[in-house]
């Protein structure tokens, strides 16, 4: 997006709180004096960038905003490229980002998983997906070693968008498709999936932002 493009998405966001404001009777708030500062520092910035361009001979409306050295986008970029490469490491390849169940990963458990001790479960066992702040999205409990015929159920209760997503090459396939709690939703979205074959197998949502993973034992 130009220069010039961006001085007049910000103007004209500006205009619509300034707007806002004057229709209420009871004056701006603090978040609503923030918010138009904030606007018109986004104006000021872009109009003297646009007046630099100039001044140099060249054509604002052909200068395209770029990432700053050593700034916050800079380093999101370059963790975004850091992850990306360890899953490639890893042998997992995505065609796409997002819940589309077409993207392909490499043939067989994605990982290397390590049994639970303890019997295996039976009957329905349970598996929530979680938010767990720095740790991110997980599913409680990870790995599960359950018996054969016992079913798998996985509950989110979020109102972002899981998956519980088999990798391809496995034994065991099953695909929830996007699983979230609508705001009138009285009980959260869940997915089952009955397993018969013995060995383990390995699972992902497959939702940006989501690294959830885990793996299902059959004894």
Not at 198 to 219: K, L, N, W
């Amino acid at each position: 997006m130009s220069i010039k493009s961006r001085i007049l998405l910000v103007a004209l966001a500006a205009f619509a709180l300034t707007a806002a404001f004057a229709a209420c009777s009871g004056g701006p708030t603090t978040t609503d004096i923030v918010e138009t500062a904030k606007a018109q520092n986004k104006i000021d910035n872009a109009t003297a960038t646009a007046v630099a361009v100039i001044a140099a001979g060249g054509n604002p409306d052909e200068v395209e905003v770029e990432v700053g050295s050593g700034s916050a986008a800079e380093r999101a970029n370059q963790a975004q490229a850091a992850t990306a490469t360890a899953r490639a490491e890893a042998g997992i390849v995505k065609e796409s980002v997002g819940g589309a169940a077409s993207d392909k990963q490499a043939e067989g458990a994605a990982f290397e998983v390590t049994v639970p001790d303890g019997p295996a479960e039976s009957g329905v066992i349970e598996i929530n997906v979680l938010a767990l702040g720095a740790e991110g999205v997980v599913f409680d409990r990870e790995v599960v070693l359950i018996s054969p015929g016992s079913t798998v159920k996985w509950i989110n209760d979020r109102r972002s968008a899981s998956s519980t997503t088999a990798h391809p090459g496995q034994a065991e396939q099953w695909d929830s498709g996007a699983m979230s709690k609508g705001p009138f939703d009285k009980e959260p979205p869940s997915f089952e999936h009955t397993f018969n074959t013995a060995g383990c197998f390995t699972y992902e949502s497959q939702f940006s932002g989501d690294a959830a993973t885990g793996a299902v034992c059959v004894e």
